[in-house]
């Protein structure tokens, strides 16, 4: 090939890395200044490790703490995301390798051998024919190489589709850890709540059971009637039929964690714990920092990236594409002497292609991606806006919890005195069972309200942790 030839070739090979997707730029989207469930909410630092994305170590619950340590080893749902990334990454990989040469090695080698039975019958002279064998060895190397160089970005994009695809993955394999701490420590508080109230009725229980006694006692000496009787045994027995069922309901959430953190619910227990009413002030961000902090959020802006690439490697197919090719084989009459061997054969060579029709087929592919591309934005701005919701759900769940679990413990304080009263009244003479078995009643009622109510506060601090992202660091893609 002269160097004229190879003028045309350096000027397309010139064009490699050119681009046709359009210059990518984020969704706008327009955010507040402050968030309207708390408009007061200014930035704060938590703790260092909590600043690392341990933000579960607020309620400073140490069987929670080694509970959450498992989720992102054993979690199944967390393993299957973390093996969709690595698939990503090779994908990136594997698109990355189309920007390179590739080359191929051929080798062979043959043995032949040929026999001469010579000429027959009585030659003149007196001699007879003679049998020729003959061997033969031959060995071949052949090196070709192919390149189609990059000269409408195809690759290029097709490389920048796959890498932000792979760190949507990454944002999913985030999104889904998050996901199943958080499910894990609402769980948690869930079943240290019912803790709780087994702990009360149990106190309750062994209240009625007295009550039970005192008013046999006093039916006995004639001073109730056997109404009396039943209604404190109506009361004991209900207290128990509610522990037997919170025992029911304990199970289920301790089963449901035993998978969050992958382990055999046959196999898992937690150990009844003393109750911590720990809330904790939630670390405040602001909202600029929602769309970076959120890993759905990252995720659906990267599809956004992915998608606007697509656009690029499709328009590419309207125009040609360029192969370059090379060979060099060398061959010789032994193994050992290939690489000595000058190379017998080579040759250099290009082609291009070009489809000329198709039936619309390239211009739909294009309307096509670009479509994706709109799906994608849409999709995100719609994460975007749900992180929005989110976040002033949970601000206002926990604003208002914390008004209800104040009233739930003072109305608890209360029902707890009057109920006192009402026995006493009742040892007295003063008043019939009747006013104690509602006592009673409303004070069983107004101390496990007091334990939900507290119970949901601490639900709704997890739910808001996940709404702003957990942990206290900016997502990046990486």
């Known amino acids: ?19 046709l997707a359009p210059e990518y730029q984020r969704p706008a989207m327009t955010l507040p200044a402050t968030f309207k469930e708390a408009p007061g909410w200014t930035s704060a630092a938590p703790a260092d490790d909590v600043a690392k994305g341990e933000w579960w170590k607020l309620f400073g619950d140490r069987d929670l703490d080694a509970l959450e340590a ?26 990355r390798a189309g920007l390179f040469p590739s080359l191929d090695l051929n080798g062979s080698a043959s043995r032949s051998e040929s026999f001469d039975g010579g000429t027959t019958g009585i030659v003149p002279g007196g ?14 190397l052949a090196l070709g190489a192919t390149w189609q160089p990059d000269l409408w970005g195809r690759v290029g994009n097709a490389t920048r589709q ?5 760190q949507a993955s990454a944002g999913d394999l985030r999104n889904a850890t998050l996901a199943a701490q958080g499910e894990l420590a609402s769980d948690y508080f869930q079943l240290r709540g019912i803790d709780a109230q087994a702990a009360l009725l149990a106190e309750t229980s062994a209240a009625y059971d007295r009550s039970l006694t005192i ?14 009787v039943f209604q404190a045994e109506t009361q004991l027995r209900n207290a128990r039929a509610q522990q037997a069922d919170l025992a029911r309901q304990r199970a289920i959430y301790e089963h449901a964690i035993a998978v969050l953190v992958g382990a055999n619910p046959s196999r898992f227990s937690i150990a009844p714990a003393a109750w911590d009413r720990t809330v904790p002030q939630v670390p405040a961000v602001l909202p600029g920092a929602i769309v970076q902090r959120r890993p759905d959020v990252a995720a659906a802006e990267r599809r956004v990236a992915a998608a606007n690439a697509a656009i690029g490697v499709q328009r590419a197919a309207f125009f040609p594409t360029l192969s370059l090719s090379g ?24 082609s291009a292609a070009q489809t000329i029709f198709d039936g619309g087929a390239r211009s739909a592919r294009v309307r096509e991606a670009l479509a994706a591309y709109e799906q994608a934005a849409a999709a995100y701005r719609q994460a975007v806006l749900t992180a929005f919701q989110q976040t002033e759900d ?29 026995m006493n009244q009742y ?46 660091g900016v997502l990046r893609p990486q």
């Open 394 to 422: 949970g601000l206002a769940a926990v604003r208002v919890l914390a008004t209800v679990a104040d009233e739930r413990g003072a109305a608890a304080t209360a029902a707890v005195q009057a109920q006192a009263i009402a």
């Open 70 to 95: 498992r989720v992102a080893i054993s979690n199944q749902n967390v393993a299957a995301y973390a093996a969709a990334y690595r698939q990503a990454q090779a994908a990136v990989r594997e698109s």
């Open 327 to 350: 060979s060099a084989q060398t061959n010789g009459g032994a193994l050992g002497s290939l690489f000595s061997a000058p190379a017998s054969l080579w040759s250099l060579g290009t």
């Open 1 to 19: 090939m002269n160097r004229a030839s190879l003028l045309p070739l350096l000027a397309l090979t010139g064009l490699a890395g050119c681009s």
């Open 127 to 140: 001699s007879g024919g003679t049998a020729t064998l003959s061997r033969g060895t031959t060995s071949s």
């Open 215 to 228: 008013t046999r006692n006093r039916f006995r000496e004639g001073i109730v009637s056997q109404a009396d």
């Open 162 to 166: 796959a890498g932000a695809a792979a």
């Open 427 to 472: 040892l007295a003479g003063q008043t019939d069972y009747t006013v104690v078995v509602t006592a009673q009643t409303t004070a069983l009622s107004a101390r496990q309200a007091e334990v939900e109510a507290v119970t949901n506060r601490q639900v709704a601090t997890v739910s808001l942790i996940q709404a702003i992202g957990g942990g206290w």
